[in-house]
């Protein structure tokens, strides 16, 4: 089965750039999204195909993929951003997700 | 705006079966492919299966084969997820989420609201 790696956890500065890493096997000839999820609420896309950000989405959210490594980028972070984030991709027409990583802005 | 509201929480005993709704809006029911994932307590997300409202054809999960059933009304454009022989470990949070790709395996946007499915003796 198609494994993607996430880091537990991230923990950021107010302002300052969260960076979260999703690692699989030749990730970048994969389409890659992300998804936002805060507790007690249901998960939240904020980029999909690699980059692409969906219409309410801050621009501070970027999305990049390439060889076996996808990340997903908040710049400025903000306390609002405190959340669980999964990476997700297809293999053999199966969704597969990152076990997630919890980002805590303090 | 694009919205999907499930149906409410259940509880079963095990080896029962449970079935969620799912009924969209904003958007044209046959349009899109119905995803289902479900998310068990404290843990990640886990993608189950889908279903072409247009067709009524699905897609599932090799985990779930066998005992998942997904089908559609098309008139009332509601789209369900039937789960048989539950166990304890199939006590989760159920979601629906419209695939905003193409051919069911594009992007889930937007997600309904869940619904906790508890399996409990």
């Known amino acids: 089965s198609y494994d993607l790696a996430q880091p537990p956890s991230v923990s950021v500065s107010p302002g300052q750039t969260a960076s979260i890493t999703c690692s699989g096997n030749?990730?970048?000839?994969?389409?890659v999204s992300w998804y936002q999820q805060k507790p007690g609420q249901s998960p939240v896309l904020v980029i999909y195909?690699?980059?692409k950000r969906p219409s309410g989405v801050p621009e501070r959210f970027s999305g990049s993929n390439s060889g076996n490594t996808a990340a997903l980028t908040i710049s400025g972070t903000q306390t609002m951003d405190e959340a669980d984030y999964y990476c997700?991709?297809?293999?053999?027409?199966?969704?597969?997700f990152g076990s997630g990583t919890k980002v805590t802005v303090l | 705006q694009v919205q999907l509201v499930q149906s409410g929480a259940e509880v079963r005993k095990p080896g029962a079966s449970v079935k969620v709704s799912c009924q969209p809006s904003?958007?044209?029911?046959?349009?899109?492919?119905m995803q289902w994932l479900r998310q068990a307590p404290g843990q990640g997300l886990e993608w189950i299966g889908w279903?072409?409202?247009?067709?009524?054809?699905?897609h599932y999960s090799q985990k779930f084969r066998g005992r998942v059933t997904m089908t559609r009304d098309t008139a009332t454009s509601t789209a369900y997820m039937e789960l048989s022989r539950l166990q304890s470990n199939d006590t989760a949070v159920y979601f629906c989420?419209?695939?905003?790709?193409?051919?069911?395996?594009?992007?889930?946007?937007?997600w309904g609201q869940g619904t906790l499915v508890t399996v409990s003796s």
């Open positions: 195909r690699d980059n």
């Open positions: 279903i072409n409202p247009n067709s009524g054809g699905t």
């Open positions: 989420a419209r695939d905003a790709g193409f051919g069911g395996e594009g992007w889930f946007d937007p």
């Open positions: 904003g958007y044209s029911f046959s349009a899109n492919y």
């Open positions: 997700q991709a297809w293999d053999r027409r199966t969704a597969v």
């Open positions: 030749e990730l970048g000839s994969r389409y």
